[in-house]
T-cell receptor
């Protein structure tokens, strides 16, 4: 089963608006990562937040992590048409397998 | 710097045929992974290799085999393809250890008819 589940599954906004995507997971983690996938392409790493961190920024991206609720959010501010893509959260658990476990993703459409 | 390179990019197989998906990375990473991506399912781990000489099953290993040929190369083999293996396959690599990001190839789109 998927470790991470994302909400919403799809999001359509206008250019300049903010986009917020949420991710929930099930087990204890070392870190949570967000990836972006343009249509027909591979995934590209955006940002990593460690389990002892609560918030992290990178450019127009803001990620929060609440380990008590096992949830994270990705905020993209002042969105651009070029931000149109699918966004995935991925978790690295703190036991056993070191490979990332991915959520089902949020498809973001930014209308120009 | 090519990163992670997968071949082929597209493939159509008949049920029962076999094939090997190739993956190579030039970042000197110890860990390599194979994922499959199906619509609405996100990415699911098939096999991974934490370091050269080791391989381990992931979430959906049935019907697949892997070979970590050397530090650079990690191949995925379908011995007898089934329509349920129609998917997009991604290879990825990362540094060994915790808190490392994964680098992905461009994917192989496989259709089994």
């Amino acid at each position: 089963s998927q470790q991470g589940e994302e909400d919403p599954q799809a999001l359509s906004i206008q250019e300049g608006e903010n986009a917020t995507m949420n991710c929930s997971y099930k087990t204890s983690i070392n870190n949570l990562q967000w990836y972006r996938q343009n249509s027909g392409r591979g995934l590209v790493h955006l940002i990593l937040i460690r389990s002892n961190e609560r918030e992290k920024h990178s450019g127009r991206l803001r990620v929060t992590l609440d380990t008590s609720k096992k949830s994270s959010s990705l905020l993209i501010t002042a969105s651009r048409a070029a931000d149109t893509a699918s966004y995935f959260c991925a978790t690295e658990t703190d036991t056993g397998r070191r490979a990332l476990t991915f959520g089902s993703g949020t498809r973001l459409q930014v209308q120009p | 710097n090519a990163g992670v390179t997968q071949t082929p990019k597209f493939q159509v197989l008949k049920t029962g045929q076999s094939m090997t998906l190739q993956c190579a990375q030039d970042m000197n990473h110890n860990s390599m992974y194979w994922y499959r991506q199906d619509p609405g399912m996100g990415l699911r781990l098939i096999y991974y290799s934490a370091s050269e000489g080791t391989t381990d099953k992931g979430e959906v290993p049935n019907g697949y085999n892997v070979s970590r040929l050397n530090k650079r190369e990690f191949s995925l083999r379908l011995e007898s393809a089934a329509p349920s293996q129609t998917s997009v396959y991604f290879c990825a690599s990362s540094e060994q250890g915790i808190d490392t990001e994964a680098f992905f190839g461009q994917g192989t789109r496989l259709t089994v008819v």
